[in-house]
């Protein structure tokens, strides 16, 4: 990964109000650190956006994007994801990782076969997940990310060792 491969922080879920304000879940471990971040930028970077908290709602934020003005314009962003460049983010510990830098990367268990590539990283509330296209085969596999089940992630050879709880590879 390159310091300038945005990573995504957050989505808006829908408008709030009638000015163009926006409800916005932050994907950010400081959930309104978001706000410094910007400008924000669509998945493509062709749009950019100054971000302004206006105040909290359920399961995010209602914010204020530059340039949207209307319920309507805020309507039509609904879904949009929001990305900041790598470089404004905060430096991780070693054994955190941003998920971007995590899809892609080709996973083995710990006697070197390959199981798949880590398509992405899901978290339904009690810890991340990595679904994994698996090798040779057409399905996905769920593998718990935690250090038992994951003991190596390699970023600069490109690949994870895992270890999965027996069975789950049947």
């Given at each position: 990964?390159?310091?300038?491969?945005?990573?995504?922080?957050?989505?808006?879920?829908?408008?709030?109000?009638?000015?163009?304000?926006?409800?916005?879940?932050?994907?950010?471990?400081?959930?309104?650190?978001?706000?410094?971040?910007?400008?924000?930028?669509?998945?493509?970077?062709?749009?950019?956006?100054?971000?302004?908290?206006?105040?909290?709602?359920?399961?995010?934020?209602?914010?204020?994007?530059?340039?949207?003005?209307?319920?309507?314009?805020?309507?039509?962003?609904?879904g949009t994801?929001?990305?900041?460049?790598?470089?404004?983010?905060?430096?991780?510990?070693?054994?955190?990782?941003?998920?971007?830098?995590?899809?892609?990367?080709?996973?083995?268990?710990?006697?070197?076969?390959?199981?798949?590539?880590?398509?992405?990283?899901?978290?339904h509330g009690?810890?991340?997940?990595?679904?994994?296209?698996?090798?040779?085969?057409?399905?996905?596999?769920?593998?718990?990310?935690?250090?038992?089940?994951?003991?190596?992630?390699?970023?600069?050879?490109?690949?994870?060792?895992?270890?999965?709880?027996?069975?789950?590879?049947?």
């Amino acid at each position: 990964m390159t310091t300038s491969e945005p990573v995504c922080v957050g989505a808006i879920t829908g408008s709030f109000g009638v000015r163009g304000d926006v409800r916005l879940k932050s994907f950010c471990a400081d959930p309104e650190a978001i706000a410094s971040y910007g400008p924000l930028t669509t998945e493509d970077g062709k749009t950019s956006f100054t971000l302004t908290l206006q105040g909290q709602t359920k399961g995010g934020f209602t914010a204020r994007l530059s340039g949207v003005t209307s319920k309507e314009q805020a309507d039509a962003l609904r879904g949009t994801r929001l990305y900041a460049p790598r470089d404004r983010l905060p430096a991780l510990p070693d054994d955190e990782f941003y998920h971007a830098d995590l899809i892609g990367l080709s996973v083995f268990d710990t006697g070197g076969v390959l199981i798949g590539k880590v398509k992405s990283v899901l978290n339904h509330g009690a810890a991340d997940l990595l679904e994994l296209h698996r090798a040779g085969r057409s399905d996905t596999l769920l593998l718990p990310f935690t250090l038992e089940t994951v003991p190596t992630v390699d970023l600069a050879s490109g690949r994870i060792v895992a270890d999965p709880p027996d069975g789950l590879l049947d």
